[in-house]
């Protein structure tokens, strides 16, 4: 009786809490209609607020709503904030005409960070890819221990169990190593880039806001990022996280 009332007990929490998934969801998606009604009806402050509180509070967004944020924040004077959206839009959708665009409003004729090379290239299709990867491999490694059980007395030599132990290897990996690069942007005016996180170390470069960097780590009041092809540090106060 008890091992039936354990069975109904998760049964009931793993569909209440799929259902609450969807039901977030589902309200994502209506707010997100009515802001997109609100815009194309030109009401862009209500609009704006709707889309603020998803970014924010939902964390969910997607890359259209980006550009209406851009185009709503740069229409009201806001650069930075309109860099930081397109920012953001650029780390989901990298591509020139962004650059060209931040570049308008930060009056820079150059900016650190929007390079991407065939690595980081790389690295973003695997990243996107990371839930369809670990699901394949998840089922190719299913359906390995099936193949184990069903021929265990078979296999008797090491050599039957290595494309399992490599399959599980795999999953690992890309559950918990396939994650996105953390990105910045510089919103802080003027900007010290160090090559130490103290005050006492080199100043590598002084900078105004727009450009865009990848967050190494985390040190007191610092972030290691990436600057070009070297490591520096920036104070967190700087930078806005994308």
């Known amino acids: 009786m008890q091992s039936i009332t354990r069975i109904f007990l998760t049964k009931f929490i793993i569909f209440f809490i799929t259902f609450l998934q969807s039901f977030n969801c589902q309200a994502d998606i209506l707010k997100l209609n009515k802001a997109d009604s609100l815009f194309i009806e030109q009401n862009y402050q209500e609009a704006f607020v709707i889309y603020e ?25 806001d650069y930075s904030q309109a860099s930081f959206y397109l920012a953001k839009y650029y780390d989901e959708n990298p591509n020139q005409r962004v650059i060209t665009k931040i570049k ?10 929007y390079e991407l090379s065939d690595r980081d290239r790389f690295l973003k299709f695997i990243t996107d890819l990371q839930t369809e990867i670990t699901a394949t491999l998840s089922v190719l490694l299913i359906i390995s221990l099936i193949l184990l059980l069903f021929y265990n007395k078979q296999a008797v030599k090491a050599k039957y169990y290595l494309p ?21 942007i510089i919103t802080g005016s003027p900007t010290l880039v160090m090559d130490k996180p103290t005050a006492g170390g080199k100043l590598i470069n002084v900078v105004d806001p727009g450009h865009r960097v990848v967050i190494k780590s985390s040190k007191d009041i610092w972030y290691e990022v990436r600057w070009g092809e070297n490591k520096a540090y920036v104070k967190k106060e700087n930078i806005t996280r994308l």
């Not at 290897?169 to 953390?182: E, G, H, I, M, W």
């Open 104 to 113: 308008a409003l930060t009056e820079q004729s150059s900016l650190m960070g």
């Open 53 to 77: 509180d998803l970014l924010q509070n939902d964390e969910t967004y997607t890359p259209a709503m980006l550009l209406k944020m851009a185009f709503i924040a740069e229409g009201i004077g």
């Open 164 to 184: 399992t132990i490599f399959l599980m290897t795999l999953v690992f990996v890309a559950n918990n190593f396939f994650d996105a690069q953390k990105t910045g």
